[in-house]
């Protein structure tokens, strides 16, 4: 059964109060022709329209009365409102149900796996299970959302023409599922137009998910999380996520030793749950190293919901960052920085 619920708005908007805030609650917005919105950019973004929702009532009335004014006095039959809207709310429960199922499949085979491989490295493996657990996302968003975009990192990609794109991580951290050493997560984002408007981690050893909406906060087994807060840098514990090549593993040692006399402690889990662990307060800060998009697509956009701030100097993000809190994040770009 299909689910996309999606739908279009040219030249007026819904004049049920009530309906606007179910589209506006759960969709991207853009302005064509010409006008910008009220942030003074091209396009309105979830979370502005959730806060925007929350501060002026249940109505919306003065957002939608400004659009009306755009559409239909500033630029009479040329300026348009397009609102493609998606219930973000129905699509977590299908990625978390997928996430689940996958989850369960991971359990029941682990320790039935024949069909070990190496990818980039030697410590970059990859199984059936891995290719078996992508292909059970692949399909089912395939069918739910026949338009969309999906970003595997088994190689499951598939080019949509609607905007919207799934990032997968069937089985993130193979090394640990594969030899007990550690924990595993299933990761699942939607992204709208290059923005990451969902995102799922499930981790199947000890049942816990991690997810968030864009606007919306973070929840673990859906109770809202936050990072932690009134932390010293001699205080807290530090995540390490990152792809465990020679090159990365040189790179790292200078961090490492402008971080660890001046931190608590470290913990090295895979990026999903290092990011999620942030999000949900069990670490304080966390260092991301050399990843790929679909290693934090997910736990990133969680971390972020849950309050935590970021500092990338690289260009891209996968390349290397550190997420905090607020108050402990400047604390740990000088650190990194000596």
């Given at each position: 059964?299909?689910?996309?619920?999606?739908?279009e708005?040219?030249?007026?908007?819904?004049?049920n109060?009530?309906?606007?805030?179910?589209?506006?609650?759960?969709?991207?917005?853009?302005?064509?022709?010409?006008?910008?919105?009220p942030?003074g950019?091209?396009?309105?973004?979830?979370?502005?329209?959730?806060s925007?929702a929350?501060s002026?009532?249940?109505?919306?009335?003065?957002?939608?009365?400004?659009?009306?004014?755009?559409?239909?006095?500033?630029?009479?039959?040329k300026?348009?409102?397009?609102?493609?809207?998606?219930?973000?709310?129905?699509?977590?429960?299908?990625?978390?149900?997928?996430a689940?199922?996958?989850?369960r499949?991971?359990?029941?085979?682990?320790?039935?796996?024949?069909?070990?491989?190496?990818?980039?490295?030697?410590?970059d493996?990859?199984?059936?299970?891995d290719?078996?657990?992508?292909?059970?996302?692949?399909?089912?968003?395939?069918?739910?959302?026949?338009?969309?975009?999906?970003?595997?990192?088994e190689?499951?990609?598939?080019?949509?023409?609607?905007?919207?794109?799934?990032?997968?991580?069937?089985?993130?951290?193979?090394?640990?599922?594969?030899t007990g050493?550690?924990?595993?997560s299933v990761?699942?984002a939607?992204?709208?137009?290059?923005?990451?408007?969902?995102?799922?981690?499930?981790?199947?050893?000890?049942?816990?998910?991690?997810?968030?909406?864009?606007?919306?906060?973070?929840t673990?087994?859906?109770?809202?999380i936050?990072?932690?807060?009134?932390?010293?840098?001699?205080?807290?514990?530090?995540?390490?996520?990152?792809?465990?090549s020679?090159?990365?593993?040189r790179?790292?040692?200078p961090?490492?030793?402008?971080?660890?006399?001046?931190?608590?402690?470290?913990?090295?889990?895979?990026?999903?749950?290092g990011?999620?662990?942030?999000?949900?307060?069990?670490?304080?800060?966390?260092?991301?190293?050399?990843?790929?998009?679909?290693?934090?697509?997910?736990?990133?956009m969680?971390?972020?919901?849950?309050?935590?701030?970021?500092?990338?100097?690289?260009?891209?993000?996968?390349?290397?960052?550190?997420?905090?809190?607020?108050?402990l994040?400047d604390?740990?770009?000088?650190?990194?920085?000596?």
């Amino acid at each position: 059964m299909r689910q996309t619920g999606e739908q279009e708005y040219h030249s007026s908007l819904p004049s049920n109060n009530n309906l606007l805030v179910s589209i506006t609650r759960r969709c991207r917005v853009k302005l064509v022709g010409g006008h910008k919105g009220p942030d003074g950019r091209d396009g309105v973004g979830t979370t502005e329209l959730v806060s925007r929702a929350r501060s002026t009532g249940p109505t919306l009335l003065g957002w939608r009365e400004w659009v009306l004014d755009v559409m239909e006095r500033k630029n009479p039959g040329k300026a348009r409102c397009v609102v493609v809207a998606r219930d973000l709310s129905a699509v977590q429960s299908l990625a978390v149900s997928l996430a689940t199922r996958v989850g369960r499949l991971q359990l029941d085979q682990r320790h039935q796996v024949t069909e070990i491989q190496t990818k980039a490295h030697a410590n970059d493996l990859v199984s059936q299970v891995d290719f078996a657990s992508e292909k059970l996302i692949v399909d089912a968003v395939i069918d739910a959302f026949p338009g969309d975009s999906i970003l595997g990192e088994e190689g499951s990609d598939v080019t949509g023409h609607n905007g919207w794109q799934w990032v997968v991580d069937p089985l993130d951290g193979t090394l640990n599922y594969l030899t007990g050493a550690g924990p595993w997560s299933v990761s699942i984002a939607l992204q709208h137009q290059q923005e990451t408007v969902l995102g799922v981690v499930h981790d199947p050893a000890i049942g816990e998910t991690f997810t968030a909406i864009a606007g919306e906060g973070a929840t673990l087994n859906d109770r809202p999380i936050r990072v932690s807060a009134a932390v010293t840098l001699a205080e807290s514990i530090i995540g390490f996520s990152y792809n465990p090549s020679l090159p990365t593993k040189r790179r790292l040692g200078p961090l490492l030793a402008g971080l660890l006399p001046v931190i608590g402690d470290i913990r090295r889990v895979p990026a999903a749950l290092g990011l999620s662990y942030l999000a949900a307060g069990r670490f304080d800060g966390s260092l991301i190293l050399n990843t790929k998009p679909w290693d934090i697509a997910a736990s990133e956009m969680i971390a972020r919901e849950a309050g935590a701030k970021v500092s990338s100097p690289s260009a891209a993000i996968t390349e290397m960052a550190i997420f905090a809190g607020p108050g402990l994040l400047d604390d740990m770009v000088t650190a990194v920085s000596r």
